[in-house]
């Protein structure tokens, strides 16, 4: 079992940084990949950004290369979004999920977090 809880979120302007975080409890945590998944008002959950259990490998949506940053602490169970250059379409509920395998779909994740809303103002 692997519980997520995420952190960070908040309002900021476009063009704005935020930094997502996401705790995880249990002692698997490092066996995982872990991944980031957003979902605005209206729309499907979408998948923003994975990274392998090792840290070596990422994995990004289009939309967001260039901008969005994945990163893991296996130490500290944690994992990160680093997100800059922020756009009024980035806002969403951010989720962090846990999951076998460094993929974007939404299915091959077991485990979820709450969610953590990101608001960009224009």
């Known amino acids: 079992q692997v519980q997520l809880v995420e952190s960070g979120g908040g309002l900021v302007q476009a063009g704005g940084s935020l930094r997502l975080s996401c705790a995880a409890s249990?002692?698997?945590?490092?066996?995982?990949?872990m991944g980031w998944f957003r979902q605005a008002p209206g729309k499907e959950r979408e998948f923003v950004a994975a990274?392998?259990?090792?840290?070596?490998?990422?994995y990004y949506a289009d939309f967001v290369k260039g901008r969005f940053t994945i990163s893991r602490d296996n130490a500290k169970n944690t994992v990160y979004l680093q997100m800059n250059s922020l756009k009024p379409e980035d806002t969403a509920v951010y989720y962090c999920?846990?999951?076998?395998?460094?993929?974007?779909?939404?299915?091959?994740?077991?485990?979820w977090g709450q969610g953590t809303q990101v608001t960009v103002s224009s």
């Open positions: 990274i392998r259990w090792s840290g070596s490998g990422k």
């Open positions: 249990g002692r698997t945590f490092s066996s995982y990949a």
């Open positions: 999920a846990a999951g076998r395998t460094i993929v974007a779909i939404i299915k091959e994740y077991d485990y």
